[in-house]
């Protein structure tokens, strides 16, 4: 039932995130093998949210109904409903490329920025401005589209009753192993943007994403090829790096940053020691330039 067989590892994540999270919650451990679970289970947060945006893009099943089951489970397992990447994702960010009128666009908040406080600061700037045009994206699915209001109404309905459920069973484990998971999961899921397009060129075509390498595209569905990505959102992850291949000779070297940890350690953390490890904008100013494409 499955489109492209890659997605089976979609779907191992979606099913190792909650059963490490119920052997967590129910079988006593030593705390180092605790800890080891707990980080995978926070690991797995991340590959779900970027199952959420791969999933958006291009829906994994053949089957509609399995299509939305797993919108349904998505959004229980990060605590956020499926819904919110299309007014914000689709129509906003991909729309716009991290442009003037991309709302969420890096350097809107505070000046054009690249630095560790930044990176922590943008979750919440960014989620201050995005849900006022949830709320704008509902009203008007309200009047065209009922039914799919109602859906969207569901997928909060979920997750108010799974944390209701599971507060009651046991706050404290409630706390510890779904709501924290989920605010670590969320916080990466907005903080990718500062990090894929913080002083990259928002009146580029081209130079306007910054793209990672190594590990993190194996284990993380190529989230790091961005570039790509925006080129092609309806390509499946699985043919990026393809697709990475052909743009990478094309866009500004700063924007081929290497492995993703230890371009934030020396943009977050070396920086702070040494000037030569700063980020330097590439951002232009008036209309979009004509890049090679």
């Not at 129509?91 to 990176?119: E, I, K, M, S």
């Not at 977050?268 to 590439?282: A, D």
Request: aromatic share 12%; net charge positive; glycine share 6%.
């Amino acid at each position: 039932m499955l489109i492209n067989r890659r997605d089976w590892q979609s779907v191992a994540y979606l099913l190792a995130q909650p059963l490490l999270v119920a052997l967590l919650w129910h079988v006593p451990m030593h705390w180092a093998l605790t800890a080891v679970v707990y980080g995978l289970v926070l690991f797995l947060t991340l590959g779900v949210g970027v199952i959420h945006h791969n999933h958006t893009h291009r829906k994994m099943w053949r089957s509609k109904r399995l299509n939305r089951l797993t919108d349904l489970w998505i959004t229980a397992l990060q605590g956020h409903p499926t819904f919110v990447f299309y007014p914000a994702h689709i129509a906003n960010h991909h729309r716009y490329h991290h442009g003037p009128q991309d709302v969420a666009r890096t350097y809107r908040f505070g000046g054009d920025t690249n630095h560790l406080l930044g990176y922590l600061l943008h979750p919440l700037q960014a989620g201050w401005v995005l849900y006022p045009l949830f709320i704008h994206w509902l009203r008007q699915l309200q009047q065209r589209h009922a039914g799919a209001f109602r859906y969207c109404l569901l997928q909060y309905a979920i997750v108010l009753l799974l944390w209701g459920t599971l507060a009651l069973s046991d706050a404290q484990k409630m706390l510890w192993l779904v709501l924290l998971p989920q605010l670590h999961g969320l916080h990466w899921l907005l903080a990718t943007n500062y990090l894929q397009h913080a002083h990259a060129d928002g009146h580029s075509k081209l130079n306007f994403a910054r793209n990672f390498e190594g590990w993190v595209n194996p284990l993380l569905f190529n989230i790091g090829l961005h570039t790509a990505h925006h080129r092609h959102p309806r390509a499946h992850w699985s043919s990026l790096p393809q697709l990475h291949a052909h743009y990478r000779h094309q866009i500004h070297p700063a924007l081929n940053a290497g492995p993703l940890l230890a371009y934030m350690g020396r943009t977050y953390f070396l920086s702070l020691l040494h000037p030569r490890w700063r980020s330097r904008s590439l951002m232009t100013t008036g209309t979009p330039h004509a890049d090679s494409v």
